[in-house]
């Protein structure tokens, strides 16, 4: 059974940081693409980052593009989302996804390998 945590999140002011770790368990993830999801209250939950198996491959949403940087620890699998010059706008409950295929991000994934953590809160205050 695969399992994955979030950690990080919390309050900060605009233009500050913050990182969240995600960590994932089990069969076969450390082969598994990243990714980082975010849903502000009454939106759709919307891609934020990927990040392939190798950590060699990065993909960003385009107003976090020069802010966020996804990064991973391949050995440990865990993705981690630094994320500097906060805007009040990034204010959400920031999820991890692991699933088998990169490629299918930014949108869903093709089949059942397809796993979220719990979310955790960011909140940004202008």
């Known amino acids: 059974q695969v399992q994955v945590v979030e950690s990080g999140g919390g309050l900060v002011q605009a233009g500050g940081s913050l990182r969240l770790s995600c960590a994932a368990s089990g069969r076969a993830v450390s082969t598994y693409a990243m990714g980082w999801f975010r849903q502000a209250p009454g939106r759709e939950r919307e891609f934020v980052a990927s990040i392939n198996w190798s950590g060699g491959t990065t993909d960003y949403l385009d107003s976090v593009k020069g802010r966020f940087t996804i990064s991973r620890d391949v050995a440990k699998i865990l993705v981690y989302l630094q994320m500097n010059s906060l805007k009040p706008e990034d204010t959400a409950v920031y999820y991890c996804?692991?699933?088998?295929?990169?490629?299918?991000?930014?949108?869903?994934?093709?089949?059942?390998?397809?796993?979220w953590g719990q979310g955790t809160q960011v909140t940004v205050s202008s």
């Open positions: 996804n692991v699933r088998r295929y990169y490629s299918d991000y930014p949108g869903s994934a093709r089949d059942d390998n397809d796993y």
